[in-house]
């Protein structure tokens, strides 16, 4: 696997709950590839996808690191980023041997909540039960 193949299971699973690809931004919709003005100035950074669901918008970005790198040290960034998103969750679907090791990726990221209030980590295959009351709540 790599990063191409867990965006291209991030879209699989998407498409799976209902959600189609589109510009549109309506409900069941979701944007891929969306610039946006990064921390840096005169810089910008990419939302892999911006998910529309009935209750919420969800960044959604995409972290993938097999081997040793510096893939945790640039998981800082991510946070700074999750704290400064305009949407109502920054998530963060971790992949890959090294971020996967131990969950270390995920808790990471997931203690960092007083400084990204917004921000979630997790698996792709954990993806749908993140989302699904909010599918729930609009049949209901």
């Known amino acids: 696997m790599c990063r191409k193949d867990l965006l ?6 998407l498409q799976e709950m209902g959600f189609i690809a589109s510009n549109t931004r309506a409900h ?10 990064s ?3 005169e810089k910008n950074n990419y939302a892999h996808y ?12 995409a972290k993938y690191q097999q081997s040793t790198g510096t893939a945790m040290e640039k998981l800082g960034y991510t946070v ?4 400064r998103t ?14 996967l090791k131990g969950s270390c990726a995920i808790d990471f990221l ?15 295959q954990d993806l749908p039960d993140l989302i699904k ?3 729930d709540r609009n049949a209901a």
Request: glycine share 4%; charged share 25%; net charge negative.
């Open 28 to 37: 069941f919709t979701y944007q891929s590839n969306i610039k946006y003005p």
């Open 86 to 99: 305009e949407f109502d969750d920054y998530l963060v679907i971790c992949g890959g041997g090294e971020l």
């Open 110 to 124: 997931n203690k960092q909540k007083k400084i990204a209030p917004r921000l979630h980590a997790l698996r792709v």
């Open 80 to 83: 700074l980023d999750a704290a």
């Open 39 to 41: 921390i840096f100035s």
């Open 133 to 135: 009351d909010d599918l």
């Open 8 to 13: 291209n299971e991030i879209s699989d699973t």
């Open 50 to 61: 911006i998910l529309y669901t009935p209750i919420r918008t969800i960044q959604i970005v």
